[in-house]
């Protein structure tokens, strides 16, 4: 939890979100992704100061368990001083031990963002999900928080000024805005109008933009004409390339797309789905439309 610090913008664990997104395909599948269609909404874990802090924070505990469909997890929610913004105990169940950083006694609207990235420790303990070493399995919760439906809480709880700051979770504000983009993009949303932070609302901005540059990567054809015309000069050195069978380097390592030979059929092009990030691998023949077999997503590419 940064407090009153300096926050860290940018894009510098992209790399890692995009393999927690793969991740969570892989464990979870389409169909139940498709379950998280709705995100979880405002009405749902408003708190306001007149609430009881600890019926008011149980109250958005029990939403956020139902929201993660898991009717037999029960939260007993405490709070202590400590350093990071909060800490669950990762038991077997069915009771877990969540607390809750002093601050949030009178920071109490910001009680869900912390609570929704807790639960979803539960959710992926139970899932048996995670990534090695602390620092990528924060990251890997942060995504999948916002994958599902209630990052938009942690993204809104980032407030920064001239005089103060707070932001919650490992994820900058623009990487928090990039999943929310990727979700929203996916189901349709348009979660800018659940922000009361205005940062949050710019963070997002960046973040949806990064996040359709995704979508405008050659072989797609969605590609701007400088990238489509990049892919073409390095399709022409890897087809000059191809009677030795190992292929150069194409590109160099800012493009997303490598080519590779085929001793059997044409030149191939591997390139990550705009959706989930998992791998597509075509021929290279011009026109093609490739269906993502992990998220179903179908592409247009000119190969």
Not at 139 to 149: K, N
Request: proline fraction near 6%.
């Amino acid at each position: 939890m940064a407090s009153d610090g300096p926050v860290e913008h940018g894009y510098p664990h992209l790399e890692t979100v995009r393999a927690a997104i793969t991740a969570l395909y892989k464990r979870l599948s389409y169909d139940t992704i498709q379950t998280f269609a709705t995100s979880v909404p405002p009405v749902d874990v408003a708190f306001c100061d007149t609430d009881d802090l600890y019926l008011g924070s149980q109250r958005v505990a029990r939403e956020l368990v139902r929201h993660y469909r898991l009717p037999d997890a029960r939260l007993v929610v405490g709070f202590r001083a400590m350093t990071q913004a909060a800490n669950v105990e990762l038991a077997a169940g069915p009771e877990y031990f969540v607390e809750l950083n002093d601050r949030f006694r009178t920071h109490r609207r910001d009680i869900g963002a912390a609570l929704a990235h807790e639960i979803t420790h539960v959710y992926l303990h139970r899932l048996d999900l995670s990534f090695p070493g602390t620092r990528a399995n924060e990251i890997l919760t942060d995504t999948v928080t916002t994958y599902l439906g209630a990052g938009w809480l942690l993204l809104d709880a980032y407030r920064e000024d001239a005089a103060s700051s707070q932001k919650l979770g490992y994820l900058t504000p623009e990487e928090f805005g990039y999943v929310l983009a990727k979700r929203a993009l996916l189901f349709g949303e348009d979660p800018s109008t659940w922000f009361t932070s205005a940062q949050a609302y710019t963070a997002y901005v960046k973040g949806r933009a990064r996040a359709r540059q995704d979508g405008r990567q050659p072989p797609l054809t969605a590609a701007g004409w400088a990238g489509r015309r990049r892919y073409a000069r390095d399709r022409r050195h890897a087809q000059d390339h191809r009677p030795g069978g190992s292929l150069p380097q194409s590109g160099g390592s800012d493009v997303p797309y490598a080519f590779s030979p085929d001793s059997h059929g044409p030149l191939r092009v591997s390139f990550p789905c705009p959706t989930c990030h998992q791998r597509i691998r075509v021929p290279v023949r011009g026109r093609v439309r490739a269906r993502c077999g992990l998220c179903r997503t179908v592409l247009e590419c000119d190969t």
